[in-house]
T-cell receptor, first 115, second 109 residues
Framework: IAGITQAPTSQILAAGRRMTLRCTQDMRHNAMYWYRQDLGLGLRLIHYSNTAGTTGKGEVPDGYSVSRANTDDFPLTLASAVPSQTSVYFC??????????????FGAGSRLTVL | GQNIDQPTEMTATEGAIVQINCTYQTSGFNGLFWYQQHAGEAPTFLSYNVLDGLEEKGRFSSFLSRSKGYSYLLLKELQMKDSASYLCAVMDSNYQLIWGAGTKLIIKP
């Protein structure tokens, strides 16, 4: 089934631990994104990648890093988790980044709790 | 700063019509999107408007007025499965998406 796979679905993590959220797409989309979604706030962009080998910072990049070694995978790493990073994380992809009709396809989300 | 405003929550009756409004103030405009998000699930694309006017797609329609910085999503013949959050997002001059906090729509029998 074409789409985006995220893992893990849910995770409880101790503060200070390192965590990588995985994201894989099989649609050959060139652009990929990581968002966080918190109650009462709109989706906020953490990092993005317009194409394999390039990445960029979004609205809330601090404490997160990403890599884009190939078209399909776009992992998000929390180097040293803090409680404020408790959130639902969505990975998304689109066929083109610089375009008006930039429709995003989202993964099912990863719910992360940092204690 | 950039801002998207939409009501936090709305309630409607099955079979009725509901209009969800969205106002925006952004640096430039390259289109407005509506997404639907059921509880615990991923957002899914509903509609895209870049020119003024109404776009109709089945039971759902979306309207845009660029001069007023205003859009609405109109849902007709409401069904229980339409209970979800509806997210408004605007693409700014840098082609970055600015998201509203979403409107939670509750459908009652």
């Amino acid at each position: 089934i074409a789409g985006i796979t995220q893992a893990p679905t849910s995770q409880i993590l101790a503060a200070g631990r390192r965590m990588t959220l995985r994201c894989t797409q099989d649609m050959r989309h060139n652009a990929m994104y990581w968002y966080r979604q918190d109650l009462g706030l709109g989706l906020r962009l953490i990092h993005y990648s317009n194409t394999a080998g390039t990445t960029g910072k979004g609205e809330v990049p601090d404490g997160y890093s990403v890599s884009r070694a190939n078209t399909d995978d776009f992992p998000l790493t929390l180097a040293s988790a803090v409680p404020s990073q408790t959130s639902v994380y969505f990975c998304a992809s689109s066929d083109t980044q610089v375009s008006g009709a930039n429709v995003l396809t989202f993964g099912a989300g990863s719910r992360l709790t940092v204690l | 700063g950039q801002n998207i405003d939409q009501p936090t929550e709305m309630t409607a009756t099955e079979g009725a019509i509901v209009q969800i409004n969205c106002t925006y103030q952004t640096s430039g405009f390259n289109g407005l999107f509506w997404y639907q998000q059921h509880a615990g699930e991923a957002p899914t694309f509903l509609s895209y408007n870049v020119l003024d006017g109404l776009e109709e797609k089945g039971r759902f329609s979306s309207f845009l007025s660029r001069s007023k910085g205003y859009s609405y999503l109109l849902l007709k013949e409401l069904q229980m499965k339409d209970s979800a959050s509806y997210l408004c997002a605007v693409m700014d001059s840098n082609y970055q998406l600015i998201w509203g906090a979403g409107t939670k729509l509750i459908i009652k029998p």
